[in-house]
């Protein structure tokens, strides 16, 4: 009795936790979002998030020899078959799909895709997600930390402090006892001028 209590209790938790992360059971793909992908289903891609209108996480499988994804804009995809799921992480996961793509003019050919699913499912840098879903199922991606400002004004100034390298210092002293040189010979400075200014900048060195 007490272990059927615990069950009954303890089955909602392990329902949540399941859904926050991807799986593919039973030729059945879930997103952390709680989307899902199966056979028969037909998937509506939206516009490339690249700046050239491209698709960044929806691509042809190399076995296609193409990678003009900017056709891929407002198709659609019916789904005949999922195979090499992948999940290391959201940045490194991959499901394959075959299925039958249909244009937006219309056109119709079997192809085969190869979907970051978690980046594909979330909006990206502003723009929609690439393929459509529903907003309740759109993947979350989790904002990283903004480094402390104070650690960065911090490191500007011991950049700023550092001492320029031996030869680039001596560069510029070379460039500073041009300057002073060509006025010199400019009458702009006398022959004692020269030389004292002169002898400060080298005793930088």
Do not use: C, W
């Amino acid at each position: 009795m007490k272990k059927l209590l615990f069950s009954i209790l303890l089955g909602p938790l392990v329902s949540t936790a399941q859904n926050n992360q991807p799986r593919f059971e039973k030729d059945t793909l879930y997103t952390s979002g709680g989307y899902k992908i199966y056979k028969g289903q037909i998937l509506h891609l939206g516009i490339g998030t690249s700046d050239a209108g491209y698709f960044t996480f929806i691509k042809f499988h190399p076995t296609q020899i193409k990678n003009n994804t900017y056709t891929l804009q407002n198709s659609t995809l019916l789904v005949s078959r999922l195979r090499a799921y992948k999940y290391a992480g959201a940045d490194n996961n991959s499901i394959r799909i075959n299925g039958t793509i249909t244009y937006k003019d219309g056109k119709q050919e079997e192809t085969d895709i190869l979907m970051n699913f978690e980046r594909a499912t979330e909006d990206y840098d502003g723009l929609a997600s690439e393929l459509i879903v529903p907003e309740a199922y759109k993947a979350k991606r989790i904002p990283r930390a903004a480094a402390p400002e104070t650690k960065k004004q911090v490191t500007l100034e011991e950049t700023k402090n550092k001492p320029a390298p031996a030869d680039i210092k001596n560069l510029l002293i070379a460039d500073e006892i041009k300057k002073l040189f060509d006025l010199y010979k400019a009458g702009a400075l006398t022959k004692e001028e020269y030389e004292a200014q002169k002898k400060k900048l080298l005793d930088r060195q």
